[in-house]
């Protein structure tokens, strides 16, 4: 019996018992938070802006506060909890039934977008929509701009955008609601002249997606908006029925998300907001940092609460992060401390060079491992994965195995997307590009073939009598999985998939071997789900992030060395963390010198960077990096360690060896 058996069979006991005597038991809440936690967990009515430090247990005032209202009589199906992963939902509520019982495991939870796609099938008639839609990734959607802006403007300029770049457009002019030619002119002011041209693609595409029925991720939250502002009756059903809204990491949601809030909450008020906006690193993204500073603005009568008791970083790290972000110019000021005494200073360590400094960070590592500290507590961030390429080598010809977040997604890779393609056609036969993706793999189908095909298959009469006799053999086997789907469990309509896909895969790619481990780990993915349109929406909204070779060749996880971006590190931790390439130009990123809201996020990353360490910190910088943007020479530590006092931070020069 494994030990996690072991744990779900205790949970079983100990929800059982407290369900069976559930008016008698109590959650001891005083005994279990510290006074600012337990402040925001009691107040049950109204807006509540829980600004949260690092590590300052905000999942933990979440998680509480679901048992505190369930407990003071509140129904499940009237609280709802959005978070940015699902995974953290799933825990916050998991966690919640330990502390109380199984009551809080029925509550609405779950992302922006999963959520969004819920009421979205539900009123899809509202909306004009057909309620089978698909959600198409990054990928797809680029591929059909692509496809639009060939057919519009076949003759382009040699300064065209890039299908992702008028992808992107079109995201932050919904995602911020901005006008599009406002947000070419201030982001991508090179192709002002284009304007006109790439506000015709985004019509196109809109109108595209319409006649396909197909959404992509940011037509989520924009349909949900609709339908809430357009539909008093539906806003109001939804306002009374989640009288009790929480949202996690507040200052990560862009506008369009903020305003889904404000008139989700439109019949109450009850709005619980948890984040930082010291830890709002998400702007690329469409993250709106003045979100979390205009909530008391937005809901009346706003109650703020300050959690700074740190739990995680020693006080001689929280000193000098403290420090670091006294320099932000704007946000709710707040000063961390901590109880982990730990003697060691962070430290500031000057390199000769990039390879100096790379083999500084090897022995240290060689050193810490000495000192006990175990090799996956152990961090190397960066601010852009070029960074790291230097480190590398080094940790390659020293024997220390690393891991490094950032690589080929899973749901990205091309022999995915076949697979996936296929599903999208069974549940939406209007799915174009999936239907030209699936039918392009045969042999002797060309795009003129697909345009004879497509119309025979949309009809969902798989006959090939209907169709010329050269593409029979082609045909006979797609028609025959395409016609049978219905008919099967999702777990057989995927392996009967994979299996008619098997020699498409070897025939197109020659390392077909290693790629067959991930239709493997597909068909594994699929065994969870009951409901293809479940499935698939999944998919689109909580992607797998690697992909399992990438997953193979980092076997030994549980021994290895992390190296990460400071994005894809928030809301990890690490006993030992280095923040390498700590050099003006390049952190803070020479870009974001003429524009302070940039350069204040810069300084933003530095701290969640900062805040990842429990007790061994240590910032080093290269002085003499060559920047092949500028073609200049960066020699200076980061502004962002400028000015601070010197007795926060120990001072090493590393010669080269």
């Known amino acids: 019996m494994t030990n996690s058996t072991n744990i779900e069979q205790v949970k079983k006991i100990v929800l059982k018992k407290r369900s069976l005597s559930a008016l008698n038991y109590r959650v001891d809440y005083e005994g279990e938070l510290n006074p600012a936690q337990l402040e925001a967990v009691k107040i049950k009515e109204g807006a509540i802006l829980v600004v949260a430090g690092a590590g300052t247990g905000k999942t933990k005032t979440l998680t509480y506060r679901v048992a505190r209202l369930i407990e003071d009589g509140v129904q499940a199906q009237n609280i709802l909890l959005l978070t940015f992963t699902k995974k953290a939902s799933r825990e916050m509520l998991n966690r919640a039934s330990m502390i109380l019982d199984?009551?809080?495991?029925?509550?609405?939870?779950?992302?922006?977008?999963?959520?969004?796609?819920?009421?979205?099938?539900?009123?899809?008639?509202?909306?004009?929509?057909?309620?089978?839609?698909?959600?198409?990734?990054?990928?797809?959607?680029?591929?059909?701009?692509?496809?639009?802006?060939?057919?519009?403007?076949?003759?382009?300029?040699?300064?065209?955008?890039?299908?992702?770049?008028?992808?992107?457009?079109?995201?932050?002019?919904?995602?911020?609601?901005?006008?599009?030619?406002?947000?070419i002119e201030e982001e991508y002011y090179?192709?002002?002249?284009?304007?006109?041209?790439?506000?015709?693609?985004?019509?196109?595409?809109?109108?595209?997606?319409?006649?396909?029925?197909?959404?992509?991720?940011?037509?989520?939250?924009?349909?949900?908006k609709f339908l809430l502002n357009d539909n008093e009756d539906i806003r109001k059903k939804l306002s009374n029925t989640y009288r009790y809204i929480m949202i996690d990491e507040y200052q990560d949601t862009n506008t369009l998300q903020a305003d889904i809030v404000k008139l989700l909450a439109s019949e109450h008020?009850?709005?619980?907001?948890?984040?930082?906006?010291?830890?709002?690193?998400?702007?690329?993204?469409?993250?709106?940092?003045?979100n979390i500073l205009d909530f008391p603005n937005i809901f009346p009568n706003t109650k703020i609460i300050k959690l700074t008791k740190n739990y995680r970083s020693s006080q001689n790290i929280l000193n000098l992060s403290n420090a670091t972000i006294k320099k932000a110019k704007t946000g709710y000021e707040k000063e961390l401390y901590s109880d982990i005494v730990c003697y060691k200073k962070p430290a500031l360590i000057k390199a000769k060079n990039s390879q100096t400094e790379a083999q500084f960070v090897c022995q240290k590592v060689l050193e810490l491992l000495d000192e006990g500290i175990e090799l996956n507590d152990i961090a190397v961030l960066i601010r852009n994965a070029r960074m790291s390429f230097n480190l590398e080598i080094e940790l390659n010809k020293c024997n220390i195995p690393y891991q490094k977040f950032g690589g080929p997604k899973f749901m990205e890779t091309a022999h995915i997307k076949d697979i996936i393609a296929h599903l999208r056609v069974i549940l939406n036969p209007d799915d174009r590009i999936s239907l030209n993706r699936i039918l392009l793999l045969l042999k002797g189908i060309g795009l003129k073939a697909v345009n004879e095909i497509a119309p025979v298959i949309q009809s969902k009469n798989y006959d090939i009598k209907f169709l010329p006799p050269k593409y029979n053999s082609s045909l006979k086997p797609l028609f025959k999985i395409l016609e049978q789907g219905e008919n099967f469990s999702l777990e057989e309509l995927v392996d009967n998939i994979i299996e008619y896909y098997r020699p498409i895969l070897?025939?197109?790619?020659?390392?077909?071997?290693?790629?067959?481990?991930?239709?493997?780990?597909?068909?594994?993915?699929?065994?969870?789900?009951?409901?293809?349109?479940?499935?698939?929406?999944?998919?689109?909204?909580?992607?797998?992030?690697?992909?399992v070779e990438g997953m193979y060749k980092n076997n030994i996880k549980d021994d290895c060395l992390t190296i990460s971006t400071i994005h894809s590190a928030k809301g990890l931790e690490w006993s030992a963390v280095f923040i390498i390439g700590a050099v003006d130009g390049r952190f803070p990123s020479a870009y974001s010198f003429n524009f302070e809201e940039d350069l204040e996020e810069e300084l933003r990353l530095m701290y969640v960077a900062q805040t990842r360490a429990k007790t061994d910190l240590y910032i080093s910088y290269p002085i003499d990096m060559y920047d092949y943007s500028s073609g200049m020479i960066l020699s200076k530590p980061s502004r962002f360690l400028d000015d601070l006092d010197e007795s926060l931070f120990e001072v090493w020069e590393i010669e080269e060896e």
């Open 102 to 183: 199984d009551r809080c495991e029925k509550i609405q939870g779950g992302t922006f977008h999963s959520f969004s796609n819920m009421i979205l099938r539900k009123y899809s008639s509202y909306l004009g929509l057909k309620n089978n839609f698909t959600i198409l990734d990054g990928a797809d959607c680029e591929d059909i701009i692509q496809h639009i802006t060939n057919t519009l403007y076949p003759k382009k300029e040699k300064r065209f955008p890039k299908k992702s770049t008028i992808l992107e457009t079109y995201s932050k002019s919904v995602n911020k609601e901005t006008p599009t030619k406002k947000i």
């Open 190 to 224: 090179n192709f002002f002249e284009l304007s006109d041209k790439i506000i015709e693609i985004h019509k196109a595409y809109v109108n595209y997606k319409r006649e396909n029925s197909i959404l992509d991720y940011d037509d989520l939250l924009l349909y949900l």
């Open 269 to 290: 008020n009850n709005v619980m907001a948890v984040g930082d906006d010291k830890q709002s690193i998400y702007s690329f993204r469409g993250a709106n940092y003045q």
């Open 506 to 547: 070897k025939e197109k790619y020659d390392d077909y071997k290693k790629r067959e481990k991930d239709l493997e780990h597909f068909s594994y993915l699929a065994k969870g789900y009951k409901k293809l349109e479940s499935f698939l929406s999944d998919l689109a909204l909580e992607p797998p992030e690697a992909s």
